[in-house]
C-alpha cells in the first residue's frame, strides 16, 4: 500500500461529532425517517432582525472589501467595549483579533504555541473539538475527569494534580459545552490560586455561552478576579450563541501583544480578515443592547426544567439541571447491561444512544465523544415540544428493553 498522503498531524485526528451527527440527521431526514433530533449545538432562534438589518446595510453601503487581517476598527472598538462593560476587562483594539468564530480563535491559537511535548490540560467532559485542536497543533491533550457528583466542576486538587511542567495551556470553558457547568466566583478565585503558582500555565477562556445562564448572581471572570493573570490569558469569545450568529462566523480574542501579534501573522498567511459583511452585523449586535436576551434565556431555562423533569422519570437515566448553555448531559448507566429486542446487549453509551436514534427516532449524542461515559448530550435548543416528544420517544425506547 502507498503510503498516505495525508499529514500525520490531520491523521491523528477525527470528525466532529456533532457535525457528523448533524449530517446523519440531515441524510435521515431525506430518508423521509421521523427523527427528533436533540443533537444540536446552536440556538434555534433567528439572528435579530436588527443585526440581519446591518449586515444587508454593509452590502448596499459597499463594504465588499477586504478588510484589515485583525478585523475592522469599528469591531474591533466594539469588542474592546463589550470586554470593558460586561467582564470588566480593558483592551485596546490593538490586543484583540476578529475571527472565523470562536473556534478559529481557539485552532490559531494553539497553532501559534504549541510544539510537540507541550501538554494541553481540557477538563472533562470537553467540547469535543479540543483534544483534536491539540492534537492537530502537535500537542498532548491531557484529560481531566470531572465528576458528576462535583456538577462536572473542575477542581483545584484534580488542577493541580494535571499540570507539570510541560504543561502549556489550560482550557477553560464555562458555562460548559456539554455539561452547562457553571463555576461561582469563589471557584473561579480557587481555580486562579492553583494557577498563580504555577507561572508557565497559559490559560484559554472560552466564554462563548457567558450569557446563556440561569443563576441570579454571574461570576466575575477569572481574569478580573486574578488580573495578574493578563500576561499568559487569551480571552476566547464570539457572537455566535449570544445573538444566535453561528453562520455569520465571527469570533474574537483578546490578550498579550506577542500572542495577537502571532495570530495576526498566522491570519495574514490562511485566511485574511473575515468576511466585512458579517463584521458590520458584529458590529450592530455588540454595540445595541441585547434586550431579547433575558426572554431567550427563560426560554432555555423552561425547557431545561422540561426536559430534567421528563428524563427523570426514565429508568435508568439520571439529569442534573445544569447552571448554563442549553445542553444537559443525562447519566445512562442504568441502560448498560440492557438488551434490546433484537438481542444486542447495550455495552456502552455509543450503543445505547444508537438503540434511542434506532429504536426511538430520537438523535442524540454519546458521551464517549465529550470524554465521560456513561452519558449522553441532550440539546435544549428547540421547542419545548421537541423536547417533549423526544423525551417520550426516549422513554419508549428505553420501554423496549429487558
Ligand atoms: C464550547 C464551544 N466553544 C466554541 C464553539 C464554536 O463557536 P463558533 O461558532 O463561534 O466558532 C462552540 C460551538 O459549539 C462551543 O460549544
Not at 16 to 24: D, G, L, N, T
Not at 134 to 146: F, H, K, M, R, S
Not at 251 to 274: C, E, F, K, N, R
Not at 354 to 369: D, P, Q, S
Request: charged fraction near 20%; include cysteine; charge should be neutral.
Amino acid at each position: 500500500m502507498s503510503p498516505s498522503r495525508i499529514s500525520r498531524r490531520i491523521r491523528r485526528i477525527k470528525p466532529s461529532p456533532s457535525s457528523a451527527a448533524a449530517e446523519r440527521f440531515a441524510a435521515l431526514r431525506r430518508e423521509g425517517k421521523d427523527i427528533i433530533n436533540l443533537a444540536i449545538g446552536e440556538p434555534d432562534f433567528d439572528t435579530p432582525p436588527f443585526i440581519r438589518k446591518a449586515g444587508c446595510d454593509a452590502i448596499e453601503r459597499g463594504e465588499t472589501r477586504y478588510t484589515p487581517v485583525a478585523g475592522t476598527l469599528a469591531l474591533r472598538e466594539a469588542i474592546a467595549a463589550k470586554l470593558e462593560r460586561e467582564n470588566g476587562l480593558t483592551y485596546s483594539p490593538r490586543d484583540i483579533i476578529v475571527t472565523c468564530g470562536a473556534k478559529h480563535a481557539l485552532f490559531n491559537a494553539l497553532s501559534v504555541t504549541v510544539e510537540e511535548g507541550h501538554e494541553v490540560i481540557v477538563p472533562a467532559p470537553f467540547w469535543v473539538s479540543y483534544p483534536d485542536m491539540v492534537l492537530a497543533c502537535d500537542g498532548t491533550p491531557v484529560t481531566v475527569v470531572c465528576r458528576e457528583e462535583d456538577d462536572f466542576r473542575l477542581t483545584p486538587e484534580a488542577l493541580e494534580a494535571a499540570i507539570t511542567p510541560a504543561t502549556r495551556w489550560l482550557v477553560f470553558n464555562s458555562p460548559t459545552n456539554p455539561t452547562g457547568t457553571t463555576y461561582t466566583t469563589a471557584q473561579l478565585r480557587a481555580l486562579a490560586d492553583v494557577l498563580l503558582r504555577h507561572p508557565q500555565v497559559m490559560v484559554l477562556t472560552d466564554d462563548i455561552y457567558e450569557h446563556i445562564r440561569f443563576e441570579t448572581a454571574a461570576p466575575k471572570h477569572l481574569l478580573a478576579i486574578e488580573p495578574s493573570l493578563r500576561d499568559r490569558t487569551l480571552v476566547v469569545n464570539g457572537v455566535s450563541k449570544t445573538y444566535a450568529m453561528t453562520g455569520w462566523r465571527i469570533g474574537y480574542a483578546a490578550g498579550p501583544s506577542d500572542i495577537i501579534a502571532a495570530l495576526d501573522m498566522l491570519q495574514s498567511q490562511s485566511t485574511s480578515g473575515v468576511c466585512s459583511v458579517s463584521q458590520a452585523a458584529a458590529v450592530t449586535a455588540l454595540n445595541t443592547e441585547a434586550s431579547f436576551l433575558p426572554d431567550w434565556v427563560e426560554t432555555y431555562k423552561r425547557r431545561r426544567d422540561r426536559a430534567v423533569h421528563m428524563l427523570n422519570d426514565i429508568p435508568g437515566i439520571r439529569a442534573r439541571a445544569p447552571g448554563g448553555a442549553f445542553y444537559l448531559y443525562p447519566h445512562c448507566g442504568g441502560l448498560i447491561g440492557k438488551r434490546t429486542r433484537e438481542g444486542k446487549v447495550l455495552e456502552t453509551d455509543n450503543d445505547v444512544v444508537i438503540h434511542l436514534l434506532e429504536a426511538g427516532g430520537v438523535m442524540v449524542l454519546a458521551g464517549t465523544a465529550y470524554g465521560v461515559s456513561p452519558y449522553f448530550r441532550m440539546s435544549t435548543a428547540t421547542t419545548v415540544e421537541q423536547i417533549e416528544e423526544g423525551c417520550r420517544r426516549i422513554a419508549h425506547a428505553v420501554s423496549q428493553l429487558s
